[in-house]
């Protein structure tokens, strides 16, 4: 029986193995490439979406669990980049390989959503789960204070 | 200034629409012809176009090292247009219009730096003379500002509308190039061209590639020295989405129209393997270590004087081991290619930093013309040496040829971790003998690598400054697979030399970074043989690095110094460590790179901290473990990559000197384990001799 829910506002139904998993749904058979696969296991956090509003890790969670859900991906958090998160990464130049920043920047705005103004502490916190390779911890940490002080405006 | 023909391309049919005199290099790709057909293509770089549309190639591969912006910022910076009017696009395989189109050794800069400057004077000069002729004025009366000709009473006119006529004019055989008091683009923050597609979620990588037709496929490989016997295919053949089950070179491919597919059906196959021989464990590598330790067999890298009698005349002797394991590039992107192998064509398309040699090796492999196979260049989710080797990208050709489809081949994260071109392991035994001023008299180094080729870097630091050196190799075959890994060999020969003599400045009461500067001046005043560093931009790190982390200045903060010299840049840095819980924090690492002029001041501060995090992360935690020729950890569950809670505040500064660039993506790597270990001893009075610390 297809799957029914919502991926960045718009209705999907998925007729395919319920086991599988969502990252997998989202690039293969829905083509929204922008989620990546990273480990699989849930401990790198490249392939982050929201699943009513709750940063998630994709590769973990069956398509059977989002059934009526609402999905939001990188693609759909703010098609032209104008998301705060999206223009504070762009402004202090986060990205290296740029492989990770999805995952990075879809946790980033779900931690923001929840506390808009998150204390040091609380960003390093919220943002350790998600392993950028290429090592750009500082900027991200620095882009999500930013993010944030453009929420306050 | 000489102008060389060869970075120019017969430009005389770019207004006219004729193109196919002198463009065979566009080969029939009616797409590209008509992109050519509206700009004018001034040489490999750059085009301009009658309407100002100022377009900037990157030839070389993106794996985050920052080239695809660095490399139009010199040719912007000379041509003199603004940053915001110029796009950059990523120019595919072409071995007649590019000479080196390759990422790897940090070398495009210092090789590519004359050539980038060339390609924009020329054009800025072209367009002056365009001007010149036009308003009937003598060229030198000319200047140029943000894309716009300057006339001497006045006049202006934008290189959009110059470059009809510009294109017509000979070539300039001499241009001249700015002063860089006058650079406006060069050394300032400039932000990556692909930052807007990145976090947007634009598909940008090889995982991304989607062609019509294409398949995907895995493939299961076998353990290190081991060969396939047997497989159960027939069942699997059935499973939902299974399209093939094939094998070739002791391997088996599952091609599935869904990764999920693909992965199902993994789990349902069974694969027997045999070996001649023994296959390796982690008994066996340490094994070899010993008997390489011992051998008599081991390569003479360099000699000066005479080691030994110096030793026995030693008043101190300090002697050390340090091993590494192997371990595993892991980038973020696993190892993916795209390939559509055709009876006498082929198109491969991915994330390779060596797509020449691909072209070549699959040229060879099929038997296909090489100007049948085309290469597209995809941006890569990181590299650190792993796509220098192109085993993943005959593979996918190899089973394109079979199955007769076009092809994705996705390794999973385990199939990327334990699936080979280790960093190589090694073992490195130090001996130094001090007079009774506790000045280096003799030094001696054996490295011993599995699968490493020479494990030592026999010219370098402080090799130079010490009369009697004896530097020997010994290179232990194995059937792990190895590649260079992010600063290869010294990203743990750094570590190890590094410790090493903060051991020695300990046991001869001196000052490690006063005893790196004495024997500088050593090295200046009276060298010993041969040397391939320059010494005095070595003094200057350190001194500079000294000053900035205030060294031996700060009370009660435990400070670590090494300095390396990589890929022709020099690295100092001072890490601090505090004790908290009774464990020792790094709090800080101080560097200061000399990499000659800062191209990107944004790119290269995230060179440095990223290497230095990466040498951290990697010091702290990274082992690979072999069972009968069976790599684990496979995952990151237990194979630990650094995260965002465990980095400490980097300072980054850069020496300002003007020198012509040098490689940044590696040179801070090396010295980073060296000042943190060395930190943690001075903290805790425990040296680490092996990698991982923890
Ligand atoms: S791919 Fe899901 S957490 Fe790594
Ligand atoms: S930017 Fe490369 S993995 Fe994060």
Not at chain 2, 13 to 29: I, M, Y
Not at chain 2, 86 to 92: G, I, P
Not at chain 2, 137 to 159: E, H, I
Not at chain 2, 543 to 550: C, D, G, L, T
Request: glycine fraction near 8%; proline fraction near 5%; include cysteine.
């Amino acid at each position: 029986m297809a799957i029914n829910c919502t991926v960045n506002k718009k209705k999907v139904s998925l007729d395919i193995d319920p086991n599988t998993p969502l990252l997998w749904a989202l690039r293969d058979h829905l083509s929204l490439l922008g989620t990546k696969y990273g480990c699989g296991i849930a401990q790198c956090g490249a392939c982050t979406v929201w699943v009513n509003g709750e940063p998630t890790r994709s590769c973990v969670l069956p398509i059977s669990a989002v059934s009526n859900a609402q999905i939001t991906t990188i693609e759909g958090l703010d098609p032209v980049g104008k998301h705060p998160v999206q223009v504070a990464w762009d402004e202090l130049d986060v990205p290296q390989c740029g492989y990770c920043q999805a995952g990075q920047i879809m946790t980033a705005a779900g931690l923001l959503k929840k506390n808009p103004h998150p204390s040091d502490q609380e960003i390093v916190d919220g943002m350790s789960g998600n392993i950028c390779r290429c090592g750009t911890y500082h900027r991200i940490q620095e882009a999500v204070k930013l993010a944030s002080k453009k929420i306050k405006k | 200034m000489k102008t060389s023909r060869r970075d120019f391309i017969q430009k005389t049919a770019l207004f006219t629409g004729v193109f196919t005199l002198g463009f065979d290099w566009f080969s029939a790709d009616a797409s590209e012809m008509e992109v050519v057909a509206s700009a004018g293509r001034f040489n490999a770089f750059l085009s301009i176009d009658s309407l100002g549309k100022i377009t900037l190639f990157s030839p070389n591969p993106e794996i985050g090292q920052g080239i695809k912006t660095a490399f139009p910022v010199v040719v912007a910076e000379e041509l003199d247009v603004d940053w915001a009017q110029v796009q950059v696009e990523q120019a595919n395989l072409d071995t007649k219009l590019f000479e080196r189109q390759l990422t790897g050794g940090s070398g495009a800069l210092k090789h590519s730096w004359e050539r980038l400057r060339k390609a924009g004077a020329t054009v800025r000069k072209m367009m002056m003379q365009a001007a010149a002729d036009q308003w009937k004025v003598d060229v030198n009366s000319c200047k140029t500002s943000k894309g716009v000709v300057l006339g001497p009473s006045g006049q202006k006119a934008t290189y959009g509308s110059l470059a009809e006529a510009a294109s017509k004019l000979p070539i300039p055989t001499e241009v001249s190039f700015k002063d860089r008091k006058d650079y406006k683009i060069i050394g300032t923050r400039v932000k990556g061209v692909d930052n807007k597609n990145v976090v947007t979620g634009k598909p940008l990588f090889g995982i991304d590639i989607r062609k019509p037709g294409m398949v995907f496929a895995q493939i299961i490989r076998p353990p290190f020295g081991a060969t396939l016997k047997s497989f159960s295919a027939e069942d699997v053949k059935k499973m939902p989405g299974i399209l093939d089950v094939v094998s070739f070179k002791n391997k088996v491919a599952i091609v599935g129209s869904s990764t999920y597919e693909i992965l199902q059906a993994r789990a349902s196959l069974t694969c027997d393997y045999g070996s001649d021989s023994p296959l390796e464990s982690n008994s066996t590598h340490a094994k070899w270590f010993d008997e390489g330790m011992k051998s008599d067999k081991a390569q003479v890298m360099r000699k000066d004087g005479d080691f030994a009698a110096a030793l026995a005349k030693a008043v101190k002797v300090v002697e050390a081991t340090y091993e590494c394991p192997f371990i595993s590039h892991s980038p973020m992107e696993p190892m993916n290619f795209f390939a559509d192998v055709k009876k006498d064509s082929a198109l491969l398309a991915g994330p390779t930093q060596v797509p020449q040699p691909a072209q070549k090796a699959v040229s060879d492999l099929l038997k296909i013309p090489i100007d049948k196979v085309q290469v597209e260049i995809s941006k890569m989710g990181g590299g650190f040496g792993r796509r220098l080797n192109n085993d993943f990208v005959l593979e996918a050709a190899e089973l394109s040829s079979i199955i007769q489809k076009p092809v994705l081949v996705m390794w999973t994260r385990e199939d990327d971790m334990s699936g080979g071109t280790y960093r190589p392991a090694a073992r490195y035994h130090f001996k130094a003998g001090l007079d009774a001023n506790g000045e280096i008299t003799a030094f001696y180094l054996r490295g011993v690598g599995l699968n490493a080729g020479n494990s030592t870097r026999q010219d370098n630091f402080p090799v130079g400054a010490i009369e009697n050196v004896l530097i020997e190799s010994f290179d232990q075959k194995s059937a792990v697979t190895t590649g260079p890994w992010r600063a290869p060999i010294t990203n743990f020969l750094g570590f190890a030399e590094q410790a090493f003599l903060d051991e020695v400045a300990e046991a001869g009461g001196k000052d490690p970074v006063q005893m790196r500067l004495q024997l500088l001046a050593k090295v200046i005043s009276n060298p010993v043989g041969k040397i391939t560093y320059e010494p005095a931009r070595f003094e200057e790190v350190i001194k500079q690095v000294a000053e900035k982390a205030q060294w031996k200045k700060k009370p009660g903060v435990h400070q670590g110094f090494s300095v390396y010299y990589s890929h022709l840049s020099y690295v100092a840095q001072i890490a601090e460590v505090k004790v908290e819980n009774g464990k020792p924090k790094v709090t800080k690492v101080t560097a200061v790179t000399d990499c000659g002029e800062v191209i990107n001041l944004s790119g290269a501060e995230n060179q440095v901290k990223g290497a230095i995090i990466d040498g951290m992360g990697h010091a702290l935690y990274a082992k690979l473990n072999f069972q009968a020729g069976v790599a684990s950890p496979q995952n990151f569950n237990a194979y630990r990559m650094i995260r965002g809670n465990e980095v400490p505040v980097i300072d980054a500064h850069f020496v300002n000197n003007g020198i012509a660039p040098t490689g940044l993506g590696e040179p801070a790597l090396p010295p980073t384990g060296g000042s943190i270990a060395n930190a943690i001893y001075a903290a805790t009075k425990k040296r680490h001799y092996k990698q991982p610390f923890n």
